[in-house]
T-cell receptor, first 110, second 114 residues
C-alpha cells in the first residue's frame, strides 16, 4: 500500500520568498508524480508533473524528483499572494490510480 | 479545458437514507474517479472506473457503491448514509495521453448526514 506524506502541514511566507514543499512516498516502483493546487472552496487543479529523476521547471515552479530517496518536492520562486492554496502531491500506484498526500496549506503574505 | 460537473453541489441527508451523487464529463476520458476530502486526509479514492460498465473498488469503498452507465456519467451511491460519510466529494476524469496523466476534477459536492 502506497504511503504518501507531505511536509510541512502549513507554511506562511512573505511575498517574493522562495517556497519549498515536500512529498515522500513508499513504493519505489511508482512512475508518475504530480502536484495539484486547490484554492479555498475550489476543485483541485493539476499544477505540474514529473516522470523521471531530476528537475523540471515551468515558470516560477520547479519539481525535483529523487526516486532513490523516495522524495519529490515543489519549489515556488517569487511567491505571490495568489499562490496561497492547499498543495497536494500525488503518486501513482499503477492502473491509473493515485494516492494523494494530506496537503500543505500555503499562505503568502503581501 | 476539460469539463467535469457534479450534482447536487450541496446535500443534506438523514442517517439511514439513500444518497446518489452524480458526475458528468465531456472530456471523453475513459477513467473516472470518486474521492472524498476530509481535513488531515487529503483526497481518498472511493471507487473508480475504466469505462462504461466497469467499476473498481478504491482505497475506502466500504459503505459506497458506484455505477458507470455510460462514458460520460459516473454515480456514487450511499445506500444507508451515516454521519461518518459527511464530507466533500470530488469526481474526476482522466486519461493517459502522450505520457501525460492529468486528472480533471469537478467542483465538488458537500454532503452533510444528520
Amino acid at each position: 500500500q502506497q504511503n504518501v506524506q507531505q511536509s510541512p502541514e502549513s507554511l506562511i511566507v512573505p511575498e517574493g520568498a522562495r517556497t519549498s514543499l515536500n512529498c515522500t512516498f513508499s513504493d519505489s516502483a511508482s512512475q508518475y508524480f504530480w502536484w495539484y493546487r486547490q484554492h479555498s472552496g475550489k476543485a483541485p487543479k493539476a499544477l505540474m508533473s514529473i516522470f523521471s529523476n531530476g528537475e523540471k521547471e515551468e515558470g516560477r515552479f520547479t519539481i525535483h524528483l529523487n526516486k532513490a530517496s523516495l522524495h519529490f518536492s515543489l519549489h515556488i520562486r517569487d511567491s505571490q499572494p495568489s499562490d496561497s492554496a492547499l498543495y497536494l502531491c500525488a503518486v501513482d500506484t499503477g492502473n491509473y490510480k493515485y494516492v494523494f498526500g494530506a496537503g500543505t496549506r500555503l499562505k503568502v503574505i503581501a | 479545458e476539460a469539463a467535469v460537473t457534479q450534482s447536487p453541489r450541496n446535500k443534506v441527508a438523514v442517517t439511514g437514507g439513500k444518497v446518489t451523487l452524480s458526475c458528468n464529463q465531456t472530456n471523453n476520458h475513459n477513467n473516472m474517479y470518486w474521492y472524498r476530502q476530509d481535513t488531515g486526509h487529503g483526497l481518498r479514492l472511493i471507487h473508480y472506473s475504466y469505462g462504461a460498465g466497469s467499476t473498481e473498488k478504491g482505497d475506502i469503498p466500504d459503505g459506497y457503491k458506484a455505477s458507470r452507465p455510460s462514458q460520460e456519467n459516473f454515480s456514487l451511491i450511499l445506500e444507508l448514509a451515516t454521519p461518518s460519510q459527511t464530507s466533500v466529494y470530488f469526481c474526476a476524469s482522466g486519461a493517459r495521453l502522450g505520457g501525460e496523466d492529468t486528472q480533471y476534477f469537478g467542483p465538488g459536492t458537500r454532503l452533510l448526514v444528520l
